[in-house]
């Protein structure tokens, strides 16, 4: 079965489930994300998510979701499960209460998963124009060749990446975005 067969199956599942087992789950899902090292507590949200039909199949659909949506604001997040999963709104008015009742613990990851980023230590550019090519509409481009040198825990790494200029601004923008951020958070 393909990961999009059981995607829609989970969402089918979920169209078709009772508020009150969608609210058990998705706090469980919640939960699970919040507090997964906690053994005590992860056997109590089995034994929980046990009494609810299909709930596995539901609950690791929730948690995928949530996990690769936490970094977005809660709006954003219930926007995604009803324009992209088509669920009512009383099923999202279940996902927004919860992810409030919770907020503080899913800022904690928000943070903790950023500041697992490495750090940038060195950054070279080359400015360039397309002299010779194949192609006759990209003779005469500008673009930017940027050498990346980051720290990923002791060891020193290069990544290197070339763009258009239009590339280029956009990157520049949301390195600036990244700038005012942090200067925020400091």
């Known amino acids: ?22 609210k058990i789950l998705t706090e469980a899902s919640t939960l699970f994300l919040t507090d997964r090292y906690n053994s005590d507590r ?3 949200l089995n034994k929980t998510i046990e009494s609810v039909k299909d709930s596995k199949i539901i609950t690791k659909f929730l948690i995928k979701q949530i996990n690769e949506l936490i970094r977005s604001d809660q709006p954003k997040i219930v926007k995604h499960f009803q324009s992209n999963f088509g669920l009512d709104e009383s099923k999202c008015s279940i996902i927004k209460s919860i992810l409030e009742k919770y907020a503080e613990e899913l800022r904690k990851i928000k943070f903790s998963q950023t500041l697992m980023i490495s750090q940038l230590v060195d950054m070279e550019w080359k400015f360039g124009v ?3 090519t194949n192609y006759i509409d990209k003779l005469g481009q500008a673009f930017l060749q940027i050498k990346l040198v980051y720290n990923t825990g002791g060891k020193i790494e290069s990544r290197f990446m ?3 200029l239009p590339q280029f601004y956009s990157f520049l923008l949301e390195m600036n975005k990244a700038k005012s951020q942090m200067d925020y958070l400091s």
């Open 1 to 22: 079965m393909s990961e999009l067969s059981i995607e829609q199956s989970a969402v089918d599942l979920i169209k078709i489930s009772t508020d009150k087992d969608f």
């Open 42 to 44: 992860l056997i109590d």
């Open 130 to 132: 397309t002299a010779s």
């Open 162 to 164: 070339e763009l258009t």
